[in-house]
């Protein structure tokens, strides 16, 4: 609930997306401009088909994506390397001494979108991992098992069991970002560790639990990986980011399809936040009365995880009116197709003042 005495605007550093995908080509041109919109920064997950495992590759890739960028608007793509069974640690040390990358992901084989390509077995990835924990590179875990006889429900919690917390001990100067956190669990395990394993949360996590794919019939616009877990899970969450802890910090996870992929027989898994993710965020804080420490997890906690400087820039937020707030679009042109955002047709309070432009 909104409080009585919540101000109607908050000013805070520009803030930063930790994890992010943005597709390429048609879809790419017409996604980027929405997380420039709001995030100097953002992290931009590898998993494109074929996947981006060489510096070139990712070059090439990060300049596709600035060309995207509107006139005018500052933003930065921090780019990742995607893990496979047979990259080198010459490779991820030569990407990261270059800058091509700033961190590189783990996605167990088949976990989630475009993760075929993924690792089979991280005790097969060690020399990899121990290079990174000696440079000091940062590890980005798709924290699920993939053994199909796991309940899909119980694959987070199962991860940190049996491989996570492994991890962690054998590596333990390794920097880990386990990603979009659903559960309890994780929010324990993280608790648990030093300061150098943090972890991202989303918008959606924080707004939804499962009923919310099931709700009056099957909602493929709610399916995403992670899935979300029960209402304890997401009190959890919301506890977690509106702490204060350092080491929980913004990553939307914003991940869009075509509204046809989304509703066909074997729908994709992946919610467009990014047009209204930050207006969601900061709703859950105005709930939590937490204001005061949005600008903590928006802003500064993955810059300091990351080792980069807090963004010079500042924006402000403004709520308005429930009667008058803005709603969001009901859907978004990919050229000759559309994407169905997350909270489509919805009204949210908080809007980013005198906005960049967006294209048409």
């Not at 290079?131 to 940062?138: L, Q, S, T, V």
């Not at 898994?269 to 930050?278: E, K, N, V």
Request: net charge negative; hydrophobic share 45%.
């Amino acid at each position: 609930m909104t409080q009585a005495n919540s101000p109607t605007a908050l000013t805070i550093r520009r803030p930063d997306d930790w994890h992010v995908h943005l597709r390429d080509g048609d879809m790419l041109s017409a996604v980027v401009p929405y997380t420039a919109h709001s995030f100097a920064r953002a992290i931009v997950m590898p998993n494109l088909v074929p996947p981006l495992t060489a510096r070139a590759e990712v070059s090439a890739y990060r300049d596709r994506i600035k060309a995207a960028v509107p006139k005018g608007v500052s933003f930065e793509p921090l780019m990742t390397a995607y893990l496979t069974d047979t990259i080198t640690p010459a490779e991820i040390a030569a990407g990261f001494a270059d800058k091509t990358w700033v961190a590189a992901k783990l996605y167990p084989a088949k976990a989630t979108t475009n993760s075929d390509f993924g690792v089979t077995s991280v005790r097969g990835i060690l020399p990899v991992l121990e290079k990174m924990a000696e440079i000091g590179m940062p590890l980005l875990v798709h924290g699920e098992v993939t053994d199909p006889s796991v309940d899909i429900f119980d694959r987070e919690s199962l991860f940190i069991d049996t491989i996570l917390a492994l991890l962690c001990d054998r590596l333990p100067e390794l920097k880990i970002v386990f990603e979009h956190v659903t559960t309890a669990d994780a929010v324990a395990f993280v608790k648990s560790r030093p300061q150098n394993v943090a972890a991202t949360i989303t918008a959606h996590h924080l707004h939804i639990n499962r009923n919310a794919m099931f709700q009056g019939g099957l909602r493929p616009h709610f399916y995403c990986l992670p899935v979300a877990k029960r209402e304890i899970h997401r009190l959890a969450l919301r506890d977690a980011a509106t702490s204060g802890d350092p080491r929980f910090f913004l990553g939307t996870d914003s991940a869009p399809h075509l509204a046809r992929d989304k509703e066909s027989a074997c729908g994709c898994a992946g919610l467009f936040t990014a047009p209204s993710a930050l207006a969601a965020y900061l709703q859950v804080f105005e709930e939590e009365s937490a204001l005061d420490r949005f600008e903590g997890f928006a802003s500064l906690h993955g810059p300091a995880f990351y080792g980069l400087p807090v963004n010079a820039q500042r924006i402000t937020l403004r709520r308005s009116p429930s009667a008058s707030a803005e709603r969001v679009a009901a859907q978004i042109s990919a050229r000759d197709q559309h994407i169905v955002p997350f909270w489509a047709g919805e009204a949210l309070p908080w809007k980013i003042e005198a906005e960049a432009a967006i294209p048409a």
